[in-house]
């Protein structure tokens, strides 16, 4: 069983580096932690690496503040990389380099995963990669106290949607309820996430309404946004979560398109679909990945171009 596999290596592994995609979100955020908490626990030389910065919605987290970066470390010293929640060894960005000829486990639940690891537990049933980091954890016989409890929660409440999206099972039910014994408070969580935006999230979600595109009859939405319209609003990079989904909760639409243009020629895109477009296929088809009803991949170009490319590639589903 390959969950026994992955037990055995950790246990023969004394300084373990956990890590996860670059532009994190609250399940890579959350699986990680939940992993790193636990292997302290059994005593082992365990860090969460990333090249990026943790979002402040997800700084209430235990360990989040203690995350770091790969150029904190002079050398490559570890016995086993794993990595979770992440598609493609790519998307590790300079941690990438922390591999070599390090043994590495490859933990995730997209069905685009390329199973870059020596060891792939890739469920792509699961609700989210913190799902997995729970039955993994509980299969290592660790006690899961308040702090990782509240690390899984909010890896399976932000992938899910709070709850709401297709890859909600009874599993994933089950398991929130074994983590509200073990003292998570889903309202506070809750408050934590999606009651505690900044300002500026909320002026951005105003301008980028203003560019709201309906295509083939009203069943495909498009909200953009420009480099320049995110710098006036804030110096800082603005967390765009859940944008997307202004779009995709509207009445009678079946895709949702979001696109962020991060630098002049270089155009973000996040997808999002109902019930019967496979939104993934589509990212895929654009060196990204995803979920089958939520996805995202990047393209080069001006943000015209990128919205004509995707149009045209949704218009073959719909």
């Given at each position: ?137 509980k299969s290592m016989g660790i006690f899961i106290d308040k702090d990782i409890a509240d690390c899984i929660y909010t890896g399976i409440v932000t992938d899910t949607g709070m709850f709401q999206y297709s890859n909600t099972s009874e599993e994933t039910h089950s398991i929130a309820g074994e983590l ?90 996040s997808l999002r679909s109902k019930c019967y477009v496979n939104v993934a296929i589509i990212a895929k088809d654009f060196g990204g990945g995803g979920h089958v009803r939520a996805a995202g991949c990047a393209i080069t170009g001006s943000i015209e171009s990128a919205k004509q490319q995707i149009l ?7």
């Amino acid at each position: 069983m390959i969950y026994e596999q992955i037990i055995d290596v950790i246990n023969k592994s004394s300084k373990i580096a956990v890590t996860s995609h670059m532009q994190p979100d609250g399940d890579n955020v959350g699986s990680s932690l939940a992993l790193c908490l636990a292997l302290q626990k059994l005593g082992k030389k365990a860090v969460f690496i990333l090249d990026d910065s943790i979002p402040e919605l997800f700084r209430f987290l235990k360990g989040a503040r203690e995350v770091e970066k790969p150029s904190f470390f002079a050398e490559i010293d570890f016995d086993l990389v794993i990595a979770m929640d992440c598609g493609d060894l790519e998307r590790l960005g300079k941690v990438s380099q922390f591999i070599g000829n390090t043994k590495l486990v490859n933990i995730d639940h997209h069905i685009s995963n390329t199973k870059f690891g020596e060891i792939n537990l890739v469920e792509e049933n699961a609700s989210a990669t913190a799902e997995i980091a729970y039955k993994l954890i509980k299969s290592m016989g660790i006690f899961i106290d308040k702090d990782i409890a509240d690390c899984i929660y909010t890896g399976i409440v932000t992938d899910t949607g709070m709850f709401q999206y297709s890859n909600t099972s009874e599993e994933t039910h089950s398991i929130a309820g074994e983590l509200i014994i073990a003292g998570v408070s889903p309202s506070d969580i809750f408050a934590r996430i999606y009651q505690n935006s900044p300002k500026e999230k909320i002026m951005l979600m105003g301008e980028a309404l203003k560019s709201l595109e309906f295509f083939n009859h009203d069943m495909v939405s498009c909200i953009s946004i420009s480099k320049a319209q995110l710098e006036s609003i804030a110096e800082e990079d603005i967390d765009t979560e859940g944008i997307v989904n202004l779009g995709r909760d509207i009445a009678g639409v079946e895709v949702a398109i979001f696109l962020k243009q991060k630098e002049p020629n270089v155009v973000k895109v996040s997808l999002r679909s109902k019930c019967y477009v496979n939104v993934a296929i589509i990212a895929k088809d654009f060196g990204g990945g995803g979920h089958v009803r939520a996805a995202g991949c990047a393209i080069t170009g001006s943000i015209e171009s990128a919205k004509q490319q995707i149009l045209l590639a949704i218009q073959k589903q719909i």
